[in-house]
């Protein structure tokens, strides 16, 4: 009975963050605060309007104001505005600044974890696991002048998402918000201020530096990222060593073996670190390769023979040490990154939040913080239940099916309209065993292949082999 009291407990602290998002005199209080509320006769109230535009439109495509308007009425009968009177609340500097603090508010609670988190053997030995990645939402390009595209054949107009997630505690850490022409490799450096000592970090290569690479080391953090071409690699420190062709370097030295481990030192820094290659399958080459031709010839060439070769290679850089990680493993962690990418998935999907209308930017953000929000509430339900399902059922909650199951029936919006949040996590633990998990498949996801510490080059077969790496050492960690 003692797990139920905790299952119980960690809900209860949830839903108590929710319950505080939505509180309705601090609601009402930072509404006339912010000017969106100025009159106590006003018709909307800001409690009414929170609840308009995060919980009652989760998941829906962009609604009418004439349906916005029939929501309103149904969420406070009092609150009978015509489709013009809300137009215009909507459109106001005061409305996107208030829906921007309530979901900093909501993001702040989201930060305070209330429950262990889940940690698959190959992450056991760090702290924290931050995911990096980005995502764009388009806009009119009317707006191009306020949120600038990335150019191109892209749209004139987009916004950029920046979310940096612990994949440990399931919790967002960081959320920025800027226009689409942003680099990711700008934004390399803003995590640095937050590492701490046996933190790790994975991004793409989009955010490659090696200045954010050293600075992380420097941390006592730990970084694994794939290599960026064009970054020179180098055997030894000496000032008078050459760079190396790496796959002229790893044909000649590594033979017939799938997995290379060479110390390296890279870029004129001569940063110090692992570099772990994979002799990718001809099967996987041969899609890389057809890929690199196809972008090549949009543009009116063909591809480099050196980046062809480069292709037959999975690269990638770590300062982890071999104690920790083998070898085998460190291409199966890295897959661990595209957990963000389906997160990015169930945004858009599920939750809709790149579907945003309007010419005005007050109008964009009141939308999109509205959305946010809607999403870190979300997270905090799936959070819960991802716990629940690897702590008490062995297995892996479906994020997807958890999302569609919240906004069927309109549950979450009905049980905050009606502080019912207790009952709804009665609900979840009721139904999540039965419908609300991954099903069973030969193919293993990747927390399945985390925990059993699958090779890399072992998870490109068909039938993945339940393989222990090195199992006396993770043994002696666990004791």
């Known amino acids: 009975m003692k797990f139920i009291g905790n299952v119980r407990q960690v809900a209860g602290k949830i839903g108590g963050k929710i319950s505080g998002i939505f509180e309705k005199t601090k609601l009402n209080d930072l509404a006339g605060k912010i000017g969106f509320v100025q009159r106590s006769t006003s018709k909307i109230k800001g409690e009414d309007f929170v609840s308009l535009m995060t919980t009652e439109i989760l998941g829906e495509e962009p609604v009418t104001t004439e349906s916005l308007c029939d929501i309103l009425r149904q969420i406070n009968p009092e609150a009978d505005m015509t489709p013009q009177a ?43 696991v931050f995911l990096e990645d980005s995502t764009q939402i388009t806009l009119h390009e009317k707006l191009a002048g306020e949120f600038r595209g990335s150019g191109g054949s892209a749209s004139k107009s987009a916004i950029k998402i920046d979310l940096t997630y612990d994949a440990k ?67 030894s420190s000496d000032d008078d060593a050459i760079p190396v062709s790496l796959p002229k370097y790893l044909n000649k030295k590594s033979g017939s073996l799938t997995v290379t481990e060479t110390n390296v030192y890279l870029g004129e820094e001569k940063l110090p670190c692992r570099l772990v290659a994979y002799r990718l399958p001809d099967k996987v080459v041969t899609e890389r390769c057809g890929k690199a031709r196809n972008n090549a010839l ?24 071999s104690e920790i990680w083998e070898p085998e493993v460190i291409g199966t962690v890295y897959r661990l990154r595209w957990q963000i990418e389906l997160t990015f998935k169930y945004w858009k999907s599920l939750l809709k939040i790149h579907i945003i209308r309007g010419i005005r930017r007050e109008r964009v953000e009141c939308f999109l913080y509205g959305r946010l929000t809607a999403v870190v509430i979300v997270a905090m339900f799936c959070g819960y239940a991802s716990w629940y399902a690897y702590n008490y059922l ?18 979450l919006a009905k049980a905050v309209r009606s502080g019912s949040l207790n009952e709804l996590f009665g609900e979840l633990l009721k139904n999540i065993s039965k419908s609300l998990c991954k099903q069973k498949r ?9 925990e059993e510490r699958i090779p890399y080059m072992d998870s490109f077969s068909p039938e993945t082999p339940k393989i222990i790496i090195n199992i006396e050492f993770y043994l002696k960690r666990l004791t």
């Not at 459109?91 to 309530?102: D, G, Q, S």
């Not at 793409?204 to 690479?213: A, I, K, R």
């Not at 030969?442 to 985390?450: A, E, G, I, M, V």
Request: hydrophobic share 40%; net charge positive.
């Open 169 to 235: 505690q399931e919790i967002f850490h960081k959320i920025l918000i800027d226009s689409g022409n942003i680099p990711d490799q700008s934004r390399a450096d803003e995590i640095l201020t937050e590492l701490r000592k046996n933190d790790l970090i994975l991004r793409d290569l989009g955010y490659f530096t090696l200045n954010s690479l050293s600075e992380i080391g420097e941390k006592n953090a730990f970084f694994l990222s794939r290599l960026l071409k064009g970054v020179n690699v180098y055997l």
């Open 394 to 411: 062995e297995k892996e909650a479906s994020f997807h099916k958890l999302i569609n199951w919240l906004r069927r029936k309109d549950r």
């Open 86 to 128: 809300l137009n215009e609340r909507i459109n106001r500097r005061e409305a996107a600044e208030y829906m921007k603090e309530v979901f900093k508010a909501a993001f702040l609670a989201n930060l305070a974890p209330v429950r262990s988190g889940i940690s698959p053997m190959l992450l056991s030995p760090f702290d924290r």
């Open 298 to 321: 949009k543009k009116g060439r063909q591809p480099p023979k050196d980046y062809l070769n480069w292709l037959r290679f999975g690269l990638f850089v770590t300062n982890v040490p």
């Open 442 to 450: 030969k193919r293993r996801t990747t927390h399945q292949l985390l």
